[in-house]
């Protein structure tokens, strides 16, 4: 399918195809690898929330672009719908294990346009990695680990798979490359992600990124200790992660610049202010955009059982 007849779909009403089943192998596979490897590494492995008073803002991210905040009431309080898991992940790592990751739905009602990038979905699943006293680089090997040997897996296991496909895909070589910000903004532009997207053949990391209260944030230089991870071929942002704020006065004042209600962040402020929110680092995969880059799909509504498009309520 092209990307553009996806504004319009709905799930049909017929038994798959083996290009779907071959589509569910390769993801099998690649969260089968995945999981293994931090397992051997000492991560433990923890269930997701779906519904908290707290959530990921995402604001004031240049990426933002929801449409609709999911909000209901249960028990007489305020709850809202996952949009991503770090205050959880914030306070879990202060608390709690050390190193640990999710497989975490999210849900944002992104704007409905975006049906047409073929990289958008509104219900889609990160694999949250979060490590105490960590710093970007850190995190960096970790799922540069994760990427390589999965593809690597992919393609000694499932040959057959990509074959069918027509996906002739290419083991990335780690360290990937690091770029600044600034530096794909002058020779890019505005539309810098999606022209590194293009114009790339291996995955590479994009760090200095002006984004949200909780990624760490160098007052004297004003860089951002941050990142995203640009998949080639036009696939786009993969990851997104920091290292993270933990000093209090830092976080109240960045949330007052922002224009963030403190209220929806109580714990994490006040872990902050008794000093017991510890330094940590850690970032997000999204599954099933992983996966589509895996299986060379043209939308990554292709690899959902049930395709969550923007702008698309399906029957079920």
């Known amino acids: 399918m092209t990307k553009a007849s996806f504004v319009g779909f709905s799930a049909p009403a017929e038994p798959m195809d083996e290009r779907k089943l071959v589509i569910f192998r390769i993801q099998t596979k690649i969260l089968d690898v995945m999981t293994r490897r931090l397992l051997e590494k000492g991560f433990y492995w923890i269930l997701p929330v779906i519904l908290s008073k707290a959530t990921d803002p995402l604001w004031p991210d240049p990426e933002f672009s929801i449409e609709k905040k999911i909000e209901v009431e249960i028990y007489g309080e305020r709850v809202r719908a996952m949009q991503s898991m770090i205050v959880h992940k914030r306070v879990l790592v202060s608390l ?107 995955p590479v990391w994009v760090t200095d990124i002006p984004r949200q209260f909780y990624d760490y944030e160098d007052e004297a230089t004003g860089e951002w200790r941050n990142f995203d991870l640009i998949l080639p071929e036009g696939f786009g942002e993969v990851i997104s992660g920091a290292e993270r704020e933990y000093e209090y006065e830092k976080l109240s004042r960045k949330m007052e610049r922002d224009g963030i209600d403190k209220s929806q962040y109580g714990l994490i402020l006040r872990l902050a202010e008794k000093g017991l929110l510890k330094p940590s680092a850690g970032a997000g995969l999204g599954v099933e955009r992983f996966v589509a880059y895996v299986a060379g799909v043209e939308h990554v509504a292709e690899v959902q059982p049930f395709p969550r498009v923007p702008g698309v309520v399906p029957e079920i």
């Not at 680990?145 to 499932?158: F, G, N, P, Q």
């Not at 910000?181 to 022209?195: F, M, P």
């Open 96 to 202: 709690g294990p050390e190193k640990f990751f999710i497989l975490s739905p999210n849900i944002r009602i992104e704007r409905r346009q975006r049906a047409a990038t073929g990289r958008h979905l509104y219900e889609f699943t990160q694999l949250e990695v979060e490590v105490a006293d960590a710093k970007m680089e850190d995190i960096f090997r970790i799922f540069e680990d994760l990427i390589t040997k999965s593809i690597e897996a992919v393609k000694r296991d499932l040959g057959g798979e990509l074959k069918l496909l027509g996906r002739d895909l290419k083991i990335p070589e780690p360290p990937f490359k690091v770029y600044k910000r600034k530096e794909l903004e002058e020779r890019y532009g505005k539309d810098w992600s999606i022209e590194v997207a293009r114009h790339s053949i291996d």
